[in-house]
């Protein structure tokens, strides 16, 4: 057998891993390192930009009839969060001004935000929306605490300090504060009446954002650079806010010899349009993780709840559920005031015991009083008002309640069934439930961890 020919062989190259360097990514020179290409996560590429939008003052606040006013938001990169300014002023009283317990919240009845096509992307009341807000995992610190200080988490606020019961029920916010020039900047205030001389009497300012980003690397920041489309904010306002009534809108006490007026102002907080390249010639992210995923808030009610056994189908299904928000009200409207006194259960239209079914199966069933200081002051550090249970799927990576990952996001489609079982001992309550759902534009909404971390 004659040997085999000798064929020359071209040795292929093959991939090496980069050398290690100190620079951050994204800031090494170009041509550094041949071969690698270094994308820059959108929220380092984008940068912050915040203005105001639209102002509108002298609303009277004993109109006969609901009033609605509509505010075009400022066109500017990406939408990340609206901030919206309720300020009531110039008011005399000849008796105590004392808030309902959703006040000031409640001065507004509706907060709508609509797309440019007009689709409602958030539809809650102000009180609904304080809570969508503040426990929502879009920030670390509460929206009160943060203001007035953490004594004043539950202090004269009717909010609950793990088991220990507070008569009253309002937000922190309501602690009464002066209407000093001070409180008048720090963000919000509470001043129920100068009794010397009548003068800011049930006076109240309060700053609402209205979050659109979540999770990490700007997920969820909307387009908004067509000025000729511009998103849009409808909020109304309930008639005659200072009629005095145990079920507010606004006050349970108060008489005005003169009356105060609202203002309202509107300020956006977006995203920059990235330019391609950074600097050092590596490419940027133009734009969000799965850009045109939408999150959305609704509500749904269910009044009359039985004395004995409830049963619940959640109506709001087929996205991804990001939290769910429940809040127990008495056959008069009000929140339950006297739940969980003993530590362990709940009294009248607050169960004992929630079961949360997912499908055939069983996801929770939880005590409520350990429920909601597990998922309230545990995970966010913060108080959670009477009648309010928290069911976040916000948790991930590290049990805290800001830019999670999407790991606990529950997958629902059309034909899914979410239903709570509970019972109560005295019917014709009801249940309110605020559902966050998430309207995926692709499979990057699972992405933007790895663009971080990768």
């Known amino acids: 057998?004659?040997?085999?020919?000798?064929?020359?062989?071209?040795?292929?190259?093959?991939?090496?891993?980069?050398?290690?360097?100190?620079?951050?990514?994204?800031?090494?020179?170009?041509?550094?390192?041949?071969?690698?290409?270094?994308?820059?996560?959108?929220?380092?590429?984008?940068?912050?930009?915040?203005?105001?939008?639209?102002?509108?003052?002298?609303?009277?606040?004993?109109?006969?009839?609901?009033?609605?006013?509509?505010?075009?938001?400022?066109?500017?990169?990406?939408?990340?969060?609206?901030?919206?300014?309720?300020?009531?002023?110039?008011?005399?009283?000849?008796?105590?001004?004392?808030?309902?317990?959703?006040?000031?919240?409640?001065?507004?009845?509706?907060?709508?935000?609509?797309?440019?096509?007009?689709?409602?992307?958030?539809?809650?009341?102000?009180?609904?929306?304080?809570?969508?807000?503040?426990?929502?995992?879009?920030?670390?610190?509460?929206?009160?605490?943060?203001?007035?200080?953490?004594?004043?988490?539950?202090?004269?606020?009717?909010?609950?300090?793990?088991?220990?019961?507070?008569?009253?029920?309002?937000?922190?916010?309501?602690?009464?504060?002066?209407?000093?020039?001070?409180?008048?900047?720090?963000?919000?205030?509470?001043?129920?009446?100068?009794?010397?001389?009548?003068?800011?009497?049930?006076?109240?300012?309060?700053?609402?954002?209205?979050?659109?980003?979540?999770?990490?690397?700007?997920?969820?920041?909307?387009?908004?650079?067509?000025?000729?489309?511009?998103?849009?904010?409808?909020?109304?306002?309930?008639?005659?806010?200072?009629?005095?009534?145990?079920?507010?809108?606004?006050?349970?006490?108060?008489?005005?010899?003169?009356n105060p007026t609202l203002s309202i102002t509107v300020e956006v907080l977006c995203r920059s349009q990235p330019p391609k390249e950074d600097m050092f010639g590596n490419p940027n992210s133009v734009s969000p993780p799965g850009v045109g995923t939408v999150q959305y808030w609704t509500a749904q009610t269910a009044s009359g709840l039985a004395n004995g056994a409830n049963t619940i189908q959640l109506t709001r299904v087929g996205n991804l559920i990001r939290n769910h928000i429940l809040i127990f009200r008495n056959t008069d409207g009000t929140r339950r005031t006297a739940e969980f006194a003993s530590g362990t259960g709940g009294t009248n239209d607050v169960p004992n015991l929630l079961e949360f079914d997912w499908d055939v199966g069983q996801r929770y069933v939880a005590n409520i009083g350990t429920y909601r200081q597990f998922m309230a002051w545990q995970v966010g550090g913060m108080d959670c008002p009477n009648g309010v249970v928290l069911l976040p799927n916000t948790l991930d990576p590290d049990w805290q309640m800001l830019s999670e990952y999407g790991d606990q996001w529950v997958a629902t489609v059309g034909a899914s069934k979410l239903t709570l079982r509970f019972s109560t001992n005295a019917g014709g309550g009801s249940l309110t439930i605020l559902t966050n759902d998430i309207v995926p534009a692709s499979g990057q909404v699972y992405e933007a961890p790895k663009l971080l971390i990768g």
């Open 1 to 258: 057998m004659s040997p085999m020919p000798t064929t020359a062989f071209t040795q292929q190259p093959t991939a090496s891993a980069p050398l290690a360097s100190d620079a951050p990514v994204g800031q090494q020179k170009k041509g550094g390192e041949e071969g690698q290409i270094t994308i820059i996560p959108f929220a380092r590429a984008s940068k912050l930009h915040t203005e105001q939008s639209n102002t509108q003052s002298g609303i009277s606040m004993v109109a006969t009839g609901p009033q609605i006013f509509n505010f075009p938001i400022a066109s500017y990169g990406f939408l990340s969060c609206i901030l919206l300014t309720v300020q009531a002023s110039g008011g005399t009283t000849t008796t105590a001004a004392a808030p309902f317990e959703d006040a000031p919240y409640s001065v507004l009845s509706q907060i709508l935000v609509q797309d440019v096509n007009g689709v409602p992307v958030n539809q809650l009341s102000g009180f609904n929306q304080y809570l969508a807000s503040k426990y929502g995992s879009y920030r670390l610190f509460g929206l009160d605490a943060i203001v007035r200080g953490a004594p004043n988490e539950g202090a004269a606020s009717g909010n609950q300090t793990n088991t220990a019961v507070i008569s009253g029920g309002g937000p922190p916010v309501w602690a009464a504060q002066a209407a000093t020039a001070t409180n008048l900047l720090t963000g919000a205030y509470f001043s129920n009446v100068d009794t010397t001389n009548g003068a800011n009497g049930g006076s109240f300012k309060f700053i609402l954002p209205i979050f659109l980003e979540f999770g990490t690397d700007g997920m969820g920041c909307l387009p908004n650079m067509d000025a000729s489309a511009r998103y849009n904010l409808q909020l109304t306002l309930p008639p005659s806010i200072l009629t005095t009534s145990s079920t507010g809108p606004v006050y349970v006490a108060g008489v005005w010899s003169v």
